[in-house]
């Protein structure tokens, strides 16, 4: 029996930067590696891997347990199951509607030092 990929252990997570804006991942998801190599990201999207150019993504090592603003779009992405939910104002914390999961928001930065 063939293991799902996305219920494989990950060491390390990617997302998006924030400047790509043509890829197959989504802006704010967090998605689990793979495989790490010079120029190449192998990560998982929806059951499958996707191979991806390293310099479109932030890699940790952790998973992350914090809610992803992206605020030009004013929503928010869960870090645990990737739904996507509206936003205005930011509570301090945000239960997720579909896993139930109660997680802060990451840092924002000050939107006045922003050009």
């Keep these: 029996m063939l293991e799902r990929l996305d219920r494989l252990p990950a060491g390390r997570w990617a997302r998006l930067r924030d400047d790509v804006r043509r890829c197959r991942l989504r802006r704010g998801a967090w998605y689990p590696v793979l495989s790490l190599g010079e120029d190449e990201v192998v990560v998982v999207v929806r059951h499958e891997s ?14 992350p347990n914090r809610w992803t603003v992206i605020a030009d779009e004013r929503y928010a992405v869960c870090p645990n199951c990737a739904q996507r939910v509206a936003v205005g104002t930011l509570p301090e914390q945000m239960r997720c509607g579909q896993c139930s999961g109660v997680f802060e928001f990451e840092p924002q930065p000050d939107i006045s030092t922003i050009r």
């Design 50 to 63: 996707a191979i991806v150019p390293q310099v479109y993504l932030e890699i940790v090592t952790t998973r």
